[in-house]
Structure formats: structure tokens, C-alpha cells
């Protein structure tokens, strides 16, 4: 797939390599910096693509906060697996060091390389799920190894099982299994409110603390899977469905049943997706908002935000992020209900409102101040107002569990499931602005 | 100091510095201590800094228990083998003996670094060793076996062979663990890739192997089920049964979380899909759309992007696949630009006539952004919206004008301009459109804010609608007087063709037309330096000098056919290869792999061998890379320029493009115009014009 694996900093220049192949040059990297800087500087911004070709060398990257990880292949290779992989490879980095920038590269190039090679062998991807992995590569087996012979560290049978994500001989006193259902909305507002588009994104997340081998089953009320069995007409229909690999996906092709025997510790046993086509055509939480720029000298901001969910339910640590023009200073703010809060570096002010109840309307005004001279930039008020907010124990969709049935063959002990529901804000729920 | 001493220091080496502390660590008495260094000597390499004069010392530490520090000398002695190859010999008795460990992590280690140490003397010692693991009771050194035999091949192919290890890697595809067959398949494609004998079967794909990948599909890890689809997808099936059994099984893929299966899994159906029913083929395209949408919902930019392309390529084979999905190519704000310019894309692909409304709204807010790429293409995009639904005409020429009004600015009225023009190519002729469309333009051009593209379209319409514009010899001189000289030859060029449709109108009299015709034959003749601008002058002159009405009546106002559709398409014949090439690097640059892979040196001999194997079905994969390479350079051009001329009526084509063919020899200064709209006035005239004379 890929003959050599970069790591690099911001500016392009390698940190750590890892040549699979030995197909490619292996200084072809020192090529990268003077290629990103090419197509930094272009004029042509619309040039900036991660993908590279240049020599007859295709250099595949991904971002991630100060790291470019790149990827390199001279032949005409699945580029989906690609930059997947790469995306797993940070994804399990981060999982190990628990933020992946420069500065953990260059602690932990020993456990790195020991990752590499244990991922991705002649550049052919191998294991990727850090559970398995943490099992045979551990961070501080150094101690271990120090008063026992090496003999104790052996892969475990689950890297080549057909159940490649679960040990053997997993115990917990107390079965359980914590479910949560996670909807983050994506809502596209114009300036008048009305809702352009929509989509809700939906997690079933598990946390599993169960023994042995489990064999879980999960119903729910949609209308896809639960046809035969279900009358209640209050079903709803997912789209693209997508699941974690434990499902077993031809059973819930040909059965519609959700079936699994589930890693130990937490995962996100399946995700979905609503889109606005089926219903929610009005914003959970509205914000209207009039700006007025009197040249040269102040920035006013009248804003309204409503609730627009049940009575009953809260909307919890919302936050209404308002652009501001660069240069604005000197901020009043006089809100109903809430703070506000000016964040120079961002451009913004943020109003935060820590309960809201459904219903509810409140209205705030804001007032900056502008410098006298005149700034060439003047239409930076573009940038949408971004609004976040969480809802517990509601889910926009109205999915529910319907039951969560567990059973294990051997062991056959009691356990006890756990649901939770919550809505929140996805990375998307922006309002526009005029 | 005596001199045999000076001497001897000097070979020892210095005794301060990096060097020589690694250097001391390494051969240490005490273990920590070697350790450290090994891992100090790790950490230089890493740096980028040379350290291979250590090897010797490192390699004293290769017999260990510790399994940290065999890693890292593994690791040392994989990069810098090449530089000691002779050294490498002293490491292989090390591996010989731990692939007989009974710790299987350590058999596989060793097999798995053996195979990386790319020294051709490494091959003899790896016999025995690697018979032994690919025959492992423990699969995980099975599978990593697998993957040597193409190290191995790699190093020495006439060895691999002789030796049996590609008969026992045939053998693994049949293993009874997945992840072992999986491996087994992606050794055996490395092989085929690698492979450069013409007469060496090496995955041969049956319905027998179909059936039991079919089976595995399911236990297989992520990467496992990549790869065990690549090879259902390799399949050429001999019947629509065998095709539906494949897609059946491979539909249940589309809802794993990887999008590289998912993508996988859309291929593969695509392909056998072309075996079925018309019937069941649209049932199956239906079910593609929304894991297709899924490829986009996808948190990574880099993977939606890859996921954009596909789509765009899948959507010119099957139009309507996503027919209801247009808002969720809404751009979002925090798009990096690259995926915004490939929505909008999708979007126009995507546009009819019952949402272009709100298409039309959305790219109004899009050419109110601040990236100028992103303004520029959002109103082409309201140009070819309008081209392409005659229905919303009227309400895309108000959004242009809207947009002048309410934000102006040079980039949006050049390309308005060119958006504009465009328009009128599609609908020539049509009073109200002219009398809508001119007077905007008229009143918004100003050439010192021009690009050369709005200074074409302006030119080309002048020629074109000369009634329409007030003033018409004041603007011709002040253009004339001011600005000629900077214009480049395709300005000329179109320059030349209005100025005389200009003089050949006969509600035109003015003198002034004709000073001007006469200083620019002038000017062209006599100082430019373009040949074929200065043989095209030459010719009109000529004709002109002739004085028959009806003979340059027919040349140079015959009306130009109008547009059919602007928007970007592939040749059919890119076209399904790149659909063969889903998935692939070739499919983000949007040609087929042969443009941009080196195609291997004996490409013709194996392509006519493809061939002859495949009419007997006994290779019943295609190789994508040699296929391409079927395609000459010349064809590809061709087919190009056939995309070019899919706007010109279509009797002519073949002549146009015969044509074309002596034009692109005769011109090669004709800049690549890859359908820049603006330049395809002057340029489909230019062949309308020399078609007329012959």
C-alpha cells in the first residue's frame, strides 16, 4: 500500500520515518517541505490538495494539530485505505500518549517504531486496533521484561482471530454494560431562520464491563430492523447505518438483528445518520441576530435566542459564539440571562447560558468599539455564528433501546444494562449571518 | 607522542564526542547501559544523523533476551544493512535461532526482519527459515511469513521460485485463518506487481477461491476484507449468477465503519453489477447512495475528499444515483477550500429543475465568501446552471446582476463577464437576453481591472452584438490606442475576428471600423510575431480583397452553433477506466493510472500476453496498469481534444477533429486550452472559419 510512512512537523521536514519497501528513494522525503511550501505560496490557493505527485512519487498526507503524517507510493494504490490508515495510525498514536503532537514523537520514537512495524508490514496494513495492540506492546514493558524472562510477551490469539478485538479470559465481579445513544445535530440556519440543512449524526456508544465472551443483542424502535415484531408506529428510519466491526453484518442484513460480541472497555458500537429529508425543519435552539457597524466608531450586536424543545427538557451548557470584525475593542455587554465573554484572539464573543430551559427566550446586546482609521477588510462578517449546546435525555430522532440482552454460553452470570440518552451540538450548527 | 602512537589514536577514532560514547556504551559490560546506547544510537538515526559506523558494536547486541532491545537492533540493522552487507552475515545465525523461539512474537519478529534486510547474501541463509514458519502452527507467523515470500521475491525472484515459497504462498490462500489468507492475497498481488517473467502464473482468481473468499469475508479484519474485495472485485465472472452471489454477499460491507470498505465494496458491486438485470441493476445502484453520502460524512477532509472524487466519477456513469442529495454538499463554513470547489462540483452535477432554486441560493452566499477561488467558480457555476436548465435563465442572470450591485468588486464583475458571455454562447440571438445581459457588461467593464478572460468576452461580444453597444467607435479606439500592444495573442486573435465582423455589418458605416481594420491587418503582418496569427490575418485579408459578399458571409459571420452543456465531462473511454480505477490515486487526479505511473520497460509484450491469457480464462485478473498502458499518447490527446469539441454540432465533429489534429500540429503555440469557456468563442470560430475554406 504505502512504501514509506512519514512523520513530519509543520514546515515538512521529517521527525521520524519508517521505510516498508525500499521501493521510493529514501531521501524522496526532502522533496516534501520545498512541494508543501510550493503550494502554500501559490497563488492559486485552490492549488492546496493533500495529495502530491511529483517525480513519478504520489505523497499522500493528513494533517493532525503540528504533524503532517505522509504516506508514500509510486503505484496506483487504494488511496481510501491510505489515508484511513494514516487516520488509524494517529487515532491509536493518540490513544497511547494521549495527544500526539511533535513533542510526543520525539519522546516515544521507541514505541512508535515497535507501532509501525507492528501495523503495517511491506506496507501492507495489519492491526490497527489499539486494544489488541496494547496487549503485546505496552508501554512501560520494559519493567516487566526486567525480573521475568521474555517468554511472557506473546501476541494474543485474538491479532489473527476471527474475533481479533476481544482476549480471552476477560472477569469482572460486576457485569455491566453502559449504553449511550449520542445525537450531535448539524443545522445550516440562514439570517432568517429557516433551516437549509440538516442532519443528525448519531452514536450508540458502549462501555463494556462484562466477562468472557458475551454475546450481546441490541433492539431498537427502527422501523428498518423491528418491521415484524414492532407495532408500535412511533418507529423511525436511519440512514446509513454504519457499525463497528464486532457486528456481525450479514446477520443484520438478511435478520435485521443487531448482534455482537463487544471489546472489553469502550467503543461505538454502531453510527447513523438522519437527514433533514425525513423531518426537523426547525432549529432546536434559534438565534437571531442584528449587526450594525457604524463605521469608525462602534459595532453593535442586538441577539435573541430561543428554545424551541420541549418544556420539560434543558438545554445545557449552551454557548452562542458571535463573530466580531478583527479590530473591534473596548466591549459592553448587557445580556438578560448569561454571560458574555470577548475572545480577542478568536474574533468572537461568546455568550454562554449554563441552563435553558425549553421555551425560553432571552435576549442580549453588545456594544464594541472600532478604531478610527478605516480597515481594508470589511466583509469578515461572513463567518457564521456557531452555537453549542447539549439537551440530556432526549434524542432528536426518537430512537430508543428497546432492549439489551446479553448472554453469556459458559459463565451465564446476571448482568445489568445502562441507557442514556443525549442531543448536542455537532461540529456544525451554524447560524448565517447577514 | 611517538608517531606509531599518533597513528594509533588516529585510527582508534577520537575519544570524546557522541560517537565515541555510543560507542563505549554499546560494548559496556553492564546491560542497562548497552541498552541505553542502543536506544541513544536509535535516536541519532532517527535524527537523521549517520550512524553506521557503529554497526559492528551494535550488532554484538543482537543475542538478548530482552525483547525492547532486539526490536531496536532489528531496527538498525533493517536501515543500515545496506551500508555493511558483509556484517549482515554475523546476524543470521541470530535470526536462524530465534525463528525456531517458542515465543511465536519472536519467531515472527525475526522472519519479518529478516526479510527487510534487503542484502542480496541475506537470501541463502533465509531456506530454511522460512519454509519453517510458513508452515507455523501459530498463524500469527504464518501470516507474517506470508509477507516475506514477496520480500523475498522482491530480493531474488529465480530463488523464491526455485525454492517453492511462491507454491507454498498459493497454498496459504486456502489457509484456515483469514488474516493468513489475507496476507497470502496481498504477498501474491505484491508478487504479480513485481513480477517481470512473462510465463509465471501467480494469482490465479477462480470461482473456487470466489467461494471460499465469500466465506471468509466476514471473519476478516478491516484490512483483511480491503484486500479479499480487490480480489472479488478482480474476478471476471462467467455468469449473472455468480455476479449476484457476489454482490449479496458483498452488500452487507457497506455499512462497516471503514470507508475504504466501503468505497471497496461500491466497486465491486459497480462491476459485477454490469452482469445483472436491468431490473436488479437499479435495485442495487439505489442501495449505493447513502453509504456513497456516507464517504462524505466522514470526519477526515482528506478521506471526504477522496470520497468527492469518487463520487463525481461515479455520477458521470450514473446520473441519477444521487438525485435527492443535494444538500449534503452544502459547503460548510470550516470546509478547507479543496473540499468546498469539489461540492460545488457535485453540486451542479447534481442540479435540475426542481432545485435549482435553492441551489441558486446557496451560491449566492458562496460568492459573498471571502476566498476568491471559491467566488470565482461559485458564479461559473450560476453561468452553467443557466446553460444547462434553460428554465432558470432568467433568475441566474438576476443573481449575476444582484451580485454586482451588491458587492461589485473586480473579481466578481470580470467573472460575471465571462459568466454572462457564456450564457449567450448557449442562447445566441435572443433580443431580450442581449438587451438584458449588454448593458451590464457595457457598464461594468473597465479594462484596466480586466483579466485577459474578461477582455476576450468583452472583445468577442462587440464583434458579435456590435448594435447593442452605445458608443462603439470610441470604446474600439480607446482600445485600440491604449492597449493593443499589452494584449496577448489570443486577445489579438479574437481582436482580429470582431474587428472584421465589425466592418462586414452592414448597419455599421464608419470610417473609423475601417482605419481600424486596416492598421490591425497592418500591425498584425508586419510585427507579430505568431505565425498562425499573422497566416489567419493573411488570409482574411485576402478573402476580403476578393470582395465576394457571399463567400465571406459564409466565412466570417457564419453564426457560431449554440453551447450545449459546459460542464467538465470525461471521455467515455477515460471514463470507464477510471470507474475500473475506483478507489485509486487515479481517481483524485482524475486520469487513468497509465498517465502518471511509470508504466514497467517490457509493457508491450505483457499486454498482447494479458490478452491471449485472458481469452482463455485461465488469468482471470486485470491487470489495471497494463491495460492502461494499451492507450498511446496520441489517443489521449485525441481524446481530449474530442471532449473540447462535444460542444460543436456533432455532423462535424469527425471532420473538426481531423482538422483539429493538422491545426494542433501546425499551432503549437495554440495555448492547451483545456475548455476555458471564454477562449472556445474564438477558438470553435477559428475551425468554423478554416472549415468554410476548405
Known sequence: ?434 | MSLEKKIRNFLQGPRKGEAYELKSGLVSQYKHERKDAIQRVIQAMTLGKDVSSLFPDVLKNIATYDLEQKKLVYLYLMNYAKTHPELCILAVNTFVQDTEDPNPLIRALAIRTMGCIRVNKMVDYMEIPLQRTLKDENPYVRKTAAICVAKLFDLNPQVCIEFGFLDDLKNLVNDGNPMVISNALNSLYEINDLNKSKDLDILIINYDLIKNLLLVLNECTEWGRITVLKCLNDYNCNSAEEANLIIQRVIPQLQHINPAIVLSSIKTILKHNQLLQKASQDANLKKLSSPLISLISNPIPEAQYVGLKNIRIILEKYPDILSKELRVFFIKYSDPLYLKLEKLDIMIRLSNENNFNLLLNELKEYSMEFEPSLIKKSIKSIGLIAIKLPTSIIKCINLIIELIDNRGGELIINESINCLTTILRKYPGKNDLITLILPIISNNFKIDEATHESIMSYIWLMGEYPNYFTGLTKILSSLWENNFNEFNNEIKLIWLNSIIKINLNKNLNNEIYSNLLQKTLNEITENCDDIDLRDKAYIYWRLLSVNDEQLTDKIILHKLPPIDSVIKNFSPQILNELINELGTLSTIYGKPSSTFIEAPSNEIKQVTEEKEIKDENLLDFDDEEEEGGTTTKNENILDELSDLFTNNSKSETDDILNLFNEMNITQPSQPSQTSSQSSQPSNSKNIDDLLDLF
Open chain 1, 1 to 434: 500500500m504505502a512504501s514509506q510512512i512519514h512523520f513530519l512537523d509543520i514546515k515538512g521536514k521529517s521527525l521520524l520515518s519508517r521505510d516498508y519497501k525500499g521501493d521510493i528513494a529514501s531521501n524522496a522525503i526532502e522533496d516534501f517541505p520545498l512541494l508543501l511550501l510550493d503550494m502554500e505560496n501559490n497563488e492559486d490557493e485552490s492549488n492546496y490538495k493533500p495529495f502530491i505527485n511529483y517525480k513519478g512519487i504520489n505523497y499522500v498526507f493528513i494533517q493532525h494539530k503540528n504533524l503532517y503524517l505522509c504516506g508514500l507510493t509510486s503505484k496506483n494504490e487504494n488511496i481510501m485505505s491510505i489515508i484511513i490508515f494514516l487516520s488509524k495510525l494517529i487515532e491509536v498514536l493518540t490513544q497511547y500518549f494521549k495527544h500526539l503532537e511533535e513533542e510526543s514523537i520525539r519522546d516515544n520514537f521507541v514505541i512508535i517504531y515497535e507501532l509501525l512495524d507492528e501495523m503495517m508490514d511491506y506496507g501492507i496494513p495489519q492491526t490497527t486496533d489499539t486494544k489488541i495492540l496494547k496487549e503485546y506492546i505496552t508501554q512501560n514493558y520494559y519493567k516487566l521484561i526486567k525480573n521475568t524472562p521474555s517468554r511472557i510477551v506473546q501476541p494474543p490469539n485474538a491479532v489473527t482471530n476471527s474475533v481479533s478485538w476481544r482476549k480471552d479470559g476477560i472477569f469482572y465481579k460486576k457485569n455491566e454494560a453502559f449504553l449511550d445513544v449520542i445525537e450531535s445535530i448539524n443545522m445550516l440556519i440562514n439570517a432568517n431562520g429557516q433551516v437549509l440543512n440538516s442532519e443528525i449524526l448519531g452514536d450508540v456508544k458502549i462501555k463494556s464491563h462484562l466477562s468472557g465472551m458475551p454475546d450481546l443483542r441490541l433492539g431498537l424502535n427502527d422501523k428498518g430492523i423491528f418491521n415484524n415484531e414492532e407495532s408500535n408506529s412511533k418507529g423511525i428510519e436511519m440512514e446509513d447505518i454504519k457499525f463497528h466491526q464486532c457486528v456481525r453484518l450479514s446477520k443484520f442484513e438478511n435478520e435485521r438483528i443487531i448482534t455482537f460480541i463487544p471489546p472489553d472497555g469502550e467503543f461505538t458500537l454502531m453510527s447513523y445518520r438522519l437527514s433533514s429529508t425525513q423531518f426537523l425543519m426547525k432549529p432546536l435552539i434559534a438565534v437571531n441576530c442584528k449587526t450594525k457597524i457604524h463605521k469608525h466608531s462602534r459595532i453593535e450586536i442586538l441577539c435573541s435566542t430561543k428554545t424551541q424543545i420541549k418544556k420539560k427538557s434543558t438545554a445545557n451548557n449552551v454557548e452562542i459564539i458571535i463573530p466580531i470584525p478583527d479590530d473591534a475593542d473596548t466591549p459592553k455587554f448587557f445580556p438578560e440571562y448569561g454571560t458574555v465573554k470577548w475572545v480577542p484572539e478568536k474574533s468572537c464573543i461568546i455568550w454562554k447560558l449554563k441552563t435553558f430551559p425549553g421555551g425560553k427566550q432571552y435576549h442580549m446586546k453588545a456594544e464594541l468599539g472600532l478604531p478610527a482609521v478605516d480597515s481594508t477588510e470589511d466583509l469578515i462578517l461572513k463567518k457564521p455564528i456557531k452555537v453549542n449546546f447539549q439537551i440530556p435525555y432526549f434524542t432528536t430522532s426518537g430512537i430508543q433501546v428497546r432492549y439489551l440482552r446479553i448472554n453469556e454460553p459458559k459463565l451465564q452470570y446476571q448482568s445489568y444494562p445502562w441507557v442514556r440518552y443525549i442531543t448536542q451540538s455537532g461540529e456544525d450548527y451554524t447560524v448565517r449571518t447577514k
